[in-house]
């Protein structure tokens, strides 16, 4: 444990700040186009428009971390499910994969706050009610079905785009585009998370607890269902990371096409 901490840390504070910086601009968008005395809002009266500009400025800020300097270090998970997932495929030591999950919680957390502290009643508002993700009127099982569905693809995607050579470099833009067709087709069911840190750290400020349980345990079964989907289907996953090839360091476990684990320098 120690040993992880003391070598890694920096990994786990870009972590964090990914997390943290995903959030703000969650927040940020949410209260510019949702709060009712928002110029923005009062601008765009659509709500489609606005709920298309939503996810596509979703998905932008990841694709913006996910192949910025720390989520190329990192390898931009953002989410305990996509750790825990690679984790579970024996990509990450546990110990990395803890810190990891513990930064996303205290990033996620972190940004929600920052944004409440200098937004004030826009995050407050009932129309963004700090961007908290719950069921909607079709009720849990549906948003845990939904939850599971798009987790699942997510997962499914960013591991045979990242592990095809040819595609590797692509594997941030469709991660960013899958995010931003979610929440356009998906958020009437559950929000669109797919990721318990997020869910939690929106709850924490806004005292919403409503399907808590199901913002755990939907995305992370959806993406581990997908890990051994794609574990059967093509049998190797070369590193943990969603952008492989740059000067950054790698603290993950590497494979060939044969499962011999090959040095952290290993490149597409």
Not at 223 to 238: N, P
């Given at each position: 444990?120690?040993?992880?901490?003391?070598?890694?840390?920096?990994?786990?504070?870009?972590?964090?700040?990914?997390?943290?910086?995903?959030?703000?601009?969650?927040?940020?968008?949410?209260?510019?186009?949702?709060?009712?005395?928002?110029?923005?809002?009062?601008?765009?009266?659509?709500?489609?428009?606005?709920?298309?500009?939503?996810?596509?400025?979703?998905?932008?800020?990841?694709?913006?971390?996910?192949?910025?300097?720390?989520?190329?270090?990192?390898?931009?998970?953002?989410?305990?499910?996509v750790t825990l997932?690679?984790?579970?495929?024996?990509?990450?030591r546990a110990w990395?994969?803890?810190?990891?999950?513990?930064?996303?919680?205290?990033?996620?957390?972190?940004?929600?706050?920052?944004?409440?502290?200098?937004?004030?009643?826009?995050?407050?508002?009932?129309?963004?009610?700090?961007?908290?993700?719950?069921?909607?009127?079709?009720?849990?099982?549906?948003?845990?079905?939904?939850?599971?569905?798009?987790?699942?693809?997510?997962?499914?995607?960013?591991?045979?785009?990242?592990?095809?050579?040819?595609?590797?470099?692509?594997?941030?833009?469709?991660?960013?585009?899958?995010?931003?067709?979610?929440?356009?087709?998906?958020?009437?069911?559950?929000?669109?998370?797919?990721?318990?840190?997020?869910?939690?750290?929106?709850?924490?400020?806004?005292?919403?607890?409503?399907?808590?349980?199901?913002?755990?345990?939907?995305?992370?079964?959806?993406?581990?269902?997908?890990?051994?989907?794609?574990?059967?289907?093509?049998?190797?996953?070369?590193?943990?990371?969603?952008?492989?090839?740059?000067?950054?360091?790698?603290?993950?476990?590497?494979?060939?096409?044969?499962?011999?684990?090959?040095?952290?320098?290993?490149?597409?």
């Amino acid at each position: 444990m120690f040993a992880a901490l003391k070598e890694h840390w920096p990994e786990y504070l870009m972590e964090a700040a990914g997390l943290g910086i995903f959030m703000i601009s969650v927040c940020v968008v949410g209260a510019l186009l949702e709060y009712p005395l928002s110029p923005v809002h009062q601008t765009i009266r659509d709500p489609g428009l606005r709920t298309v500009l939503t996810g596509l400025a979703r998905g932008l800020t990841a694709v913006g971390l996910i192949y910025s300097p720390w989520g190329k270090q990192s390898g931009a998970h953002f989410n305990p499910a996509v750790t825990l997932t690679f984790c579970w495929l024996g990509k990450i030591r546990a110990w990395d994969a803890c810190f990891y999950t513990v930064a996303h919680f205290l990033g996620g957390l972190a940004g929600v706050l920052l944004t409440t502290a200098l937004l004030g009643r826009w995050m407050a508002d009932p129309a963004v009610n700090y961007a908290v993700t719950v069921p909607g009127p079709a009720g849990q099982a549906a948003a845990f079905l939904a939850e599971f569905l798009i987790s699942f693809g997510l997962m499914l995607a960013v591991l045979i785009v990242s592990n095809t050579r040819r595609a590797a470099r692509f594997t941030g833009l469709f991660a960013g585009a899958l995010m931003a067709v979610y929440f356009v087709v998906e958020r009437s069911y559950s929000g669109m998370s797919m990721n318990p840190a997020r869910t939690f750290a929106a709850a924490v400020p806004a005292q919403v607890w409503t399907g808590l349980w199901l913002y755990f345990a939907a995305p992370l079964l959806g993406m581990v269902v997908a890990g051994e989907v794609y574990l059967v289907s093509f049998g190797r996953v070369y590193c943990a990371k969603l952008h492989h090839d740059n000067d950054k360091r790698c603290i993950f476990h590497h494979g060939d096409e044969n499962g011999r684990e090959e040095p952290t320098g290993f490149r597409f």
